[in-house]
């Protein structure tokens, strides 16, 4: 079907877009990507690939027929639902969109993730120390996602 084909090349359009999105926030991570993971889907073309190897990222194709054998996006999956998706009633897709961009950017900006030292993945900094109190007076709450996520921080 030629509409069929044409939405095809779209969908890699914006892959490849999104791949040079993803890129330039590698870039400014204090931490360097070294390895992409990914699975062996059709739409991830060597344009694709090649914009992470430009940067000097390694991209890791997952092997066939093991759907286990990337841990690291199953494990986010999970973290996904079981964080926000399971609490939700999702009516939409514009709705999982925008729910899903939401706790995407809680999960890599503000999220402490246990084996970064309680920082979150896209810290400049690192956290505070576990053994420091701060003064309760001090946190700010900010509620997302009409309250199924909060986040705290110290004002100043």
């Known amino acids: ?3 069929e084909r044409c939405g095809q090349v779209f969908v890699r359009y914006g892959v490849l877009q999104q791949a ?3 890129s330039s926030a590698f870039a400014a991570r204090a931490r360097p990507v070294r390895f992409l993971v990914r699975d062996r889907d059709a739409k991830f073309t060597a344009s694709f690939d090649e914009v992470f190897r430009a940067d000097g990222i390694r991209v890791i194709r997952t092997p066939v027929r093991a759907p286990r054998a990337n841990a690291f996006a199953e ?3 999970g973290t996904a639902r079981r964080e926000c998706l399971d609490r939700m009633l999702i009516f939409h897709r514009r709705q999982l969109e925008v729910v ?3 706790f995407i950017d809680h999960y890599n900006a503000h999220r402490p993730h246990r084996s ?3 920082t979150p993945l896209l810290s400049m900094t690192p956290a505070m120390l576990p053994n420091s109190r701060p003064d309760t ?3 700010r709450r900010t509620d997302r996602l009409g309250g199924v996520i909060h986040e705290y921080e110290l004002v100043a």
């Open 116 to 118: 970064l030292g309680q």
């Open 100 to 102: 899903l961009s939401e």
């Open 75 to 77: 494990r986010f999956v």
């Open 20 to 22: 040079r999105n993803v």
């Open 137 to 139: 007076t001090q946190l």
């Open 1 to 3: 079907m030629p509409g």
